[in-house]
């Protein structure tokens, strides 16, 4: 009986131990370590990837955002403030009209099918807004100019850049919008435009935050 006892009591006492050497090892010293390389190597990725515009985190590179203006009075979804380039459609992203902060809502996709008649419908209406948005005075858009990025949300819905293509379209409508001359805002989106990896993989892209933050610059100092 005394034995039994007395090995019962060994074996407590080792797993205690294991689980205190596990939990400092795994749960203490390993995050630590993982943060301190992390922050030494990559600060700016380990921190969120996170943009600062005036000394404040105005969002981070890795998540898109809405430039929408305020909801109207028993209005349920807010209209798009055009004087920004717009991201992509998406029901993950949470409203911003000045451009200081973000909410995140949800991620996800919506996995309809491309026969999906809610689907087809979305993509309908988006198009026919987006030709609506960026048609100018003696520069009506063309529906079948419309980029895919322009009317359809990304696997994440929470995808920070859009298309060369989707930014070029509306070029026009924010030049107009801001008073400024087609040209300079055409070359802020080149300037803004990501190549591809390591120049193969992936498409060219441009982040729809750093672009607006850029704008935003131009506009304050025309």
Not at 31 to 60: M, N
Not at 185 to 207: C, K, Y
Request: proline share 7%.
């Amino acid at each position: 009986m005394n034995t039994s006892v007395t090995s019962t009591v060994r074996q407590l006492g080792a797993g205690l131990r294991a689980l205190i050497v596990l939990t400092v090892l795994c749960g203490v010293i390993y995050p630590l370590a993982v943060t301190g390389v992390a922050q030494g190597l990559f600060p700016g990725r380990a921190d969120g990837s996170e943009i600062t515009s005036g000394g404040k985190s105005v969002g981070s590179s890795l998540i898109g955002q809405r430039y929408d203006l305020p909801p109207k009075d028993g209005q349920e979804t807010p209209g798009p403030d055009l004087r920004w380039f717009q991201p992509r459609p998406s029901d993950g992203l949470g409203a911003n009209s000045v451009n200081t902060e973000y909410e995140l809502i949800l991620s996800g996709a919506t996995n309809r099918s491309g026969d999906n008649q809610e689907l087809i419908d979305q993509v309908t209406d988006a198009k026919a807004a987006v030709v609506a948005d960026n048609s100018v005075p003696g520069h009506p858009v063309d529906p079948d100019d419309v980029p895919a990025d322009a009317v359809t949300s990304s696997g994440s819905g929470l995808d920070p850049a859009i298309s060369p293509a989707y930014a070029g379209l509306q070029v026009r409508r924010v030049a107009e919008r801001n008073h400024l001359p087609v040209d300079r805002v055409r070359e802020l989106v080149r300037e803004h435009t990501d190549g591809r990896i390591l120049g193969f993989m992936g498409e060219p892209t441009v982040n729809v935050l750093r672009l607006n933050l850029a704008l935003r610059d131009l506009v304050d100092g025309a």
